[in-house]
T-cell receptor, first 113, second 113 residues
Framework: KAGVTQTPRYLIKTRGQQVTLSCSPI?????VSWYQQTPGQGLQFLFE???????NKGNFPGRFSGRQFSNSRSEMNVSTLELGDSALYLC????????????FGQGTRLTVV | EDQVTQSPEALRLQEGESSSLNCSYT??????LFWYRQDPGKGPEFLFT???AGEEKEKERLKATLTKKESFLHITAPKPEDSATYLC??????????????FGEGTQLTVNP
């Protein structure tokens, strides 16, 4: 079956712009979580959605937001981009909310110039 | 705050030279410990889930074990294709802050032919 699909794979944006990233989870999975990966900080938790509700949020500024649709697809938005937002953004889907494995997509590589 | 520490940061082995990677953790409300493999520029690939002390899982040349404070990923007779970064993560759940995955920094494994 199809894995987690993230689009686009690569993105170049200018400081001050905003960006929207998309994630389609594995069919039947209802939980979607987002992570930021940088060489210095590793994988950092952004937020998790389950049944269209944000269940948890990491320590990121309000410029980072997300949402989940009724078909479990999720989007993540970053407004007023800063150079430090350059990173690999990863989406993971899980069958349920707790006690289950998370399967990752290939990520979106965002470069802010 | 949940903490995951992996050691060593980097490990270089000769093909066939067995070794172990360590993941020590401090977490309240543990809902599972996960091992992932990540190749450069790609999303993490799920390997194992461990839920309770004493549990062991095996897959090809890899074997993961869990105690109350740490997990080990044993690699038996590794091959060059096992070269990757191995990530350990714990899922916790707290009434006040919900569920999240906390990742370690990873161990970068290189297997020379």
């Amino acid at each position: 079956k199809a894995g987690v699909t993230q689009t686009p794979r690569y993105l170049i944006k200018t400081r001050g712009q905003q960006v929207t990233l998309s994630c389609s989870p594995i069919s039947g999975h209802r939980s979607v979580s987002w992570y930021q990966q940088t060489p210095g900080q590793g994988l950092q938790f952004l937020f998790e959605y389950f049944s269209e509700t944000q269940r948890n949020k990491g320590n990121f500024p309000g410029r980072f937001s997300g949402r989940q649709f009724s078909n479990s697809r999720s989007e993540m938005n970053v407004s007023t981009l800063e150079l430090g937002d350059s990173a690999l953004y990863l989406c993971a889907s899980s069958l349920r909310f707790l006690n289950t494995e998370a399967f990752f997509g290939q990520g979106t590589r965002l470069t802010v110039v | 705050e949940d903490q995951v520490t992996q050691s060593p940061e980097a490990l270089r082995l000769q093909e066939g030279e067995s070794s172990s990677l360590n993941c020590s953790y401090t977490v309240s409300g543990l809902r599972g410990l996960f091992w992932y493999r990540q190749d450069p520029g790609k999303g993490p690939e799920f390997l194992f889930t461990l839920y309770s002390a004493g549990e062991e899982k095996e897959k090809e040349r890899l074997k993961a074990t869990l105690t109350k404070k740490e997990s080990f990923l044993h690699i038996t007779a590794p091959k060059p294709e096992d070269s990757a970064t191995y990530l350990c993560a714990v899922r916790s759940f707290k009434e006040t802050s919900g569920s999240r995955l906390t990742f370690g920094e990873g161990t970068q494994l290189t297997v020379n032919p």
